[in-house]
């Protein structure tokens, strides 16, 4: 079976100027194989004409497209993928982090085939109400059109991935807990990763992925550890608990629209060190002969 691989990674501070710490990344991914990469925190990528962003991509044999102000990236294989729109022009100015978001083709699909989205997120990590509001922006990718060969309207099937800096909604059996928000020791970052609930008490925030489902998202992780043959492990931590920060969570996700569900053949999260990384990699494995029939059916819904 031929396969896809998609990635997810907020390399902290894109390494924090530490090349070596780059190396190491660059060599954790490759061990991965990946097809797209959503990266986040880019800091410093776009310095110097893009040395150290053109650098990564070299790295991994991959093309890029970095977002406005270094803040999140994706990387993709030209060999099975080919870049058809950047949607830097349709950003707005509602993030404070702006994503990256482009159209890409599959060529293995056929040329009748429909195109698809790709979005590397990362919303605010200090407000619950900015990051409602990029949530429901970023939705925004699921709902766009393209003109087909024959001339058709259609609504482009998305994969999106980012750190929510938020919870997913509880409910998924074996998901990790939500955290007991007196239990986290910084006050600033329990204010952040929360909101105002009924009766004025606090709570961890789950809007944002609420927003992302509402919309037709699926959370792959979710949908993997509840599939049939699928994996509970699924569910793992993106992000490992701190005295301050508290309990592990699963802060960094990957979504698509559900019809390309069925493509998907497995979900795990791939630990690097702290050194590294304060995140996780969460990777989606993809049926690319499924994925390439889905998107060649799409074009007749």
């Given at each position: ?59 991994l044999d991959m093309q890029g497209v970095l977002g406005p102000g ?12 080919h870049l058809l729109r950047d949607w830097s022009g349709d950003r ?164 698509v629209t559900t019809g390309l569900l069925p493509a998907v053949t ?36």
């Amino acid at each position: 079976m031929a396969q896809l691989r998609f990635v997810c990674w907020n390399l902290e501070r894109n390494g924090a100027g530490d090349p070596e710490i780059r190396r190491t990344a660059a060599e954790t991914l490759r061990r991965l194989q990946p097809d797209i990469v959503f990266r986040q925190e880019m800091f410093r990528a776009d310095e110097r004409g893009h040395t150290i962003f053109n650098e990564q991509c070299r790295e991994l044999d991959m093309q890029g497209v970095l977002g406005p102000g270094a803040c999140t990236a994706i990387l993709f294989n030209p060999r099975r993928f080919h870049l058809l729109r950047d949607w830097s022009g349709d950003r707005g100015p509602h993030f404070v982090l702006p994503p990256t978001a482009i159209t890409l083709s599959f060529p293995e699909a056929g040329p009748d085939a429909s195109r698809f989205n790709a979005v590397s997120f990362h919303f605010a990590y200090a407000s619950a109400e900015q990051r409602q509001l990029e949530a429901e922006w970023t939705t925004t990718w699921a709902d766009k059109g393209w003109e087909a060969p024959d001339g058709s309207r259609l609504v482009l099937p998305a994969i999106f991935g980012g750190d929510g800096n938020s919870y997913p909604e509880p409910g998924t059996a074996g998901d990790l807990p939500l955290p007991d928000l007196t239990a986290i020791q910084d006050r600033p970052h329990r204010l952040h990763r929360s909101r105002r609930g009924s009766g004025g008490v606090r709570v961890p925030d789950t809007e944002p992925d609420h927003t992302l489902r509402t919309a037709g998202l699926e959370d792959v992780a979710r949908h993997w550890a509840t599939a049939e043959g699928g994996n509970p492990a699924a569910l793992a931590r993106t992000v490992n608990s701190s005295a301050t920060h508290g309990p592990d969570s699963r802060i960094d996700r990957v979504y698509v629209t559900t019809g390309l569900l069925p493509a998907v053949t497995g979900f795990e999260v791939h630990e690097v060190p702290l050194r590294v990384s304060d995140h996780h990699i969460p990777v989606v494995t993809v049926d690319s002969s499924v994925f390439a029939d889905l998107l060649t059916s799409y074009t007749r819904t």
